[in-house]
């Protein structure tokens, strides 16, 4: 009952939220690592109500892409820009980053963890209100609601997994960017994963994830790396 709220009510807050003009343009992006280009002049859309899919071999770029459009990486050329009924938004400040570390804190029990990142992420006054139901159904949502009081660092890599994967659901983010979510979890999760997504997908919302699984998506959009940046370019749909 809860779960079924849950993801009823996150895909309205989501639509609320993104608006249905909102899209992700990365721009002849070209990203250097130690003087060798890993991403070369590659350009892309991501629109409201979609997923697109990240694949390609080990050292193709997909952790660095990831990592640029977060704003972690600066690109030796070209840009990455976020538009929407209201003008250029800051990608930073409008997404949920999940990469292959899991940004949970050892000491920290795992009710603390959800309740930092729900603060920190927080848009406004209205969402830290929120804070302490969205942290609850997050913790049942993702099955820790018996580990809450646990050390996070006590956690299974498993456990640890699901409690980073969680913040998603603790703020509103219209853009998800997500680097191998389903590192460590079991089948259980990583259906739920896959029904989140498409929750998020369907309220107006943007996921960028890179895979070396399919993630249960009907109709994804994939974008293909390779191993020779020059060969990057998108797909047909899967």
């Known amino acids: 009952m809860v779960l079924h709220f849950f993801f009823r009510s996150q895909a309205h807050s989501r639509a609320v939220a993104c608006g249905s003009a ?3 343009h990365a721009d002849n992006l070209t990203v250097e690592r130690g003087a060798r280009p890993v991403i070369s002049a590659l350009s892309f859309t991501a629109k409201a109500g979609e997923a697109l899919l990240l694949v390609g071999p080990n050292g193709a770029g997909k952790t660095t892409l990831i990592r640029t459009l977060a704003g972690f990486i600066r690109p030796s050329s070209g ?3 976020l538009k929407g009924d209201s003008g250029d938004r800051d990608v930073a400040q409008c997404c949920h980053y999940v990469g292959h570390l899991t940004g949970v804190k ?3 029990t795992v009710t603390q963890n959800l309740a930092f990142w729900g603060a920190y992420l927080a ?3 209205s969402g830290r209100d929120r804070l302490a139901s969205r942290v609850e159904d997050a913790l049942e949502t993702f099955g820790l609601s018996r580990l809450s009081d646990f050390p996070a660092g006590l956690l299974s890599a498993g456990q640890k997994r699901r409690l980073g ?6 703020a509103t983010r219209p853009i998800w960017l997500l680097d191998e979510p389903t590192v460590s979890l079991d089948t259980a999760s990583t259906e739920l994963l896959s029904r989140l997504i ?3 997908v369907s309220g107006g919302g943007i996921v960028i994830a890179a895979t070396h699984l399919p993630l ?7 974008l293909r790396l390779g191993a020779n940046p020059a060969s990057s370019g998108p797909e047909a749909r899967a």
């Not at 249960?216 to 994939?222: A, F, Q």
């Open 22 to 24: 909102l899209f992700l």
């Open 123 to 125: 848009e406004d006054a």
């Open 79 to 81: 840009a990455v820009a």
């Open 198 to 200: 498409k929750t998020h």
């Open 165 to 170: 994967l969680a913040r998603l659901c603790v």
């Open 106 to 108: 050892a000491n920290l």
């Open 216 to 222: 249960g998506l009907d109709e994804p959009t994939v």
